[in-house]
C-alpha cells in the first residue's frame, strides 16, 4: 500500500506515478495531471503544481514525451 504523500520523497512520487501512467496512457498533459492527482487523493493529495512536477522529472528521464501539439506518448522501455 502507498503510503500517505506528505511522507514521500519526490523520486518515490515520480516512480508511483510512471507505472500507473503508462498503464492509464494518458493523451495530454492535463489529462496526466488529473490522472496523478486522482491517484494520490486516497494517500494525501497532491497539488497540482506537484503533479507537474512529476511529469517534468518524467520528461527529464524521458519516461514520457509530449509533442508540440501536447500530445503525450510513452516511449517503449527496452528490458535489455
Known amino acids: ?3 500517505n504523500t506528505k511522507s514521500m520523497t519526490h ?3 515520480v ?3 510512471r507505472e500507473r501512467l503508462r498503464k492509464l ?3 495530454t498533459k492535463d489529462a496526466a495531471i488529473h490522472s496523478i492527482e486522482a491517484m494520490f487523493q486516497f ?3 497532491i497539488s497540482k503544481e506537484d503533479a507537474d512536477q512529476i511529469i517534468s522529472s518524467l ?3 524521458k519516461s514520457l514525451t509530449i509533442d508540440g501539439q501536447s500530445r503525450m506518448s510513452f516511449p517503449i522501455i527496452s528490458s535489455k
Do not use: I, L, S
Request: without cysteine; positive net charge.
Open 59 to 61: 520528461r527529464k528521464e
Open 43 to 45: 494517500h494525501g493529495g
Open 25 to 27: 496512457n494518458p493523451k
Open 15 to 17: 516512480a508511483y506515478a
Open 1 to 3: 500500500a502507498a503510503k
Open 11 to 13: 523520486d518515490e512520487r
